[in-house]
């Protein structure tokens, strides 16, 4: 990685953990920037980014972009960020997101087979139950 992609990844993480308007914004204004981060660094922005878009209610963003990054990380093999299953966190906040967007059968299927997956998480229980009555 070259100085000068170093310095906007860092600059990125700088923002904080939950600066998640400021990290949009920073994404969103220097994308020729991160295009020349190392794939894995960029990959770690790309989730993060995804995950800030979920926080501040970018719900029809985040749906544009989640199916293309879902598939990078299982073709990457990668099972955790942040210590979170991030497939199945992705998934998750996808069905949020197409509840929020009132496409309630879409988010109920993916809410299906997530219980499927975690039959005692209560989240994704809770979201079904939710959409269930919509």
């Known amino acids: 990685m070259n100085t000068n992609s170093s310095q906007v990844y860092l600059r990125y ?21 991160l295009s020349e981060l190392y794939f894995d660094d960029r990959l770690e922005i790309d989730i993060d980014y995804l995950l800030c878009l979920f926080e501040v209610g970018r719900y029809e963003r985040y749906l544009t972009r989640v199916d293309k990054l879902i598939e990078t990380i299982i073709i990457e093999n990668i099972y955790k960020f942040r210590d979170e299953n991030i497939y199945h ?17 879409k988010s109920k299927d993916i ?3 997530l219980i499927n997956m975690e039959r005692s998480n209560p989240l994704y229980i809770g979201l079904y139950t939710i959409a269930t009555g919509k």
């Open 13 to 33: 993480f700088r923002l904080g953990e939950t600066a998640y308007r400021e990290k949009v914004r920073f994404y969103e204004e220097n994308p020729e920037a």
């Open 89 to 105: 966190e992705l998934l998750f906040r996808k069905a949020a997101c197409l509840y929020q967007t009132q496409q309630y059968h």
């Open 111 to 113: 809410l299906k087979q």
